[in-house]
């Protein structure tokens, strides 16, 4: 037990002074950890992609990390940083604005680095952004309350990384779903 609050005092001491560049990196670690968890648990592949994992993670690292951050930074100066109000007001934003541009972006990029041509990744977004928006709101709501209400700003990205973990499996598999049809 002391060795993990040990862990966790040298983590906070580190997110203190560089909180995007810890951030970022524990959202692309998570990002790669679902990639992992898709492949060899839903899609029970017998050899792991790795340089599908690395780009997956990669567009946590450069992409969503720095994002969440920024995001919830401005969420707490414009709408507030406590109370049952506040979060409710925190995750209406979050739902209806970054949400959906936020996961459009993400499909884009994956897309992107699967290489994809811009038609193939508008036909992907036809196919799949609905689909995965609703589960979207199956989902983070709930976490979002919370977060906003729970959890200091620090460690706000942190807890969302940590459910992103499952989030992150689905998306990885239904973004590369139909790339396995295909295949």
Same mark, same amino acid.
């Given at each position: ?69 920024? *995001? ?5 100066? %414009? ?49 799949? %952004? ?24 620090? %460690? ?10 499952? *989030? ?16």
């Amino acid at each position: 037990m002391a060795k993990a609050r040990g862990i966790f005092q040298i983590y906070q001491k580190v997110l203190a002074r560089r909180p995007y560049l810890v951030q970022a990196i524990q959202t692309g670690a998570l990002m790669g950890a679902g990639d992992l968890i898709a492949q060899i648990i839903i899609e029970k592949k017998s050899t792991v992609d790795y340089k599908r994992t690395l780009k997956f993670s990669s567009i946590g690292l450069f992409v969503g990390g720095p994002a969440l951050r920024v *995001w919830y930074g401005l969420l707490n100066k %414009y709408v507030g940083a406590t109370g049952k109000t506040v979060a409710m007001k925190k995750v209406f934003v979050d739902q209806f604005i970054f949400a959906p541009t936020f996961l459009f972006f993400i499909l884009v990029a994956v897309g992107t680095m699967q290489g994809k041509s811009w038609n193939s990744i508008e036909k992907d977004m036809h196919d799949n %952004y609905f689909d995965v928006l609703k589960s979207n709101y199956y989902i983070w709501p709930w976490v979002q309350l919370v977060n906003f209400y729970y959890i200091p700003l620090q %460690y706000q990205v942190l807890l969302v990384q940590f459910v992103a973990l499952f *989030w992150n499996t689905y998306l990885s598999w239904k973004t590369n779903s139909t790339k396995q049809l295909l295949e």
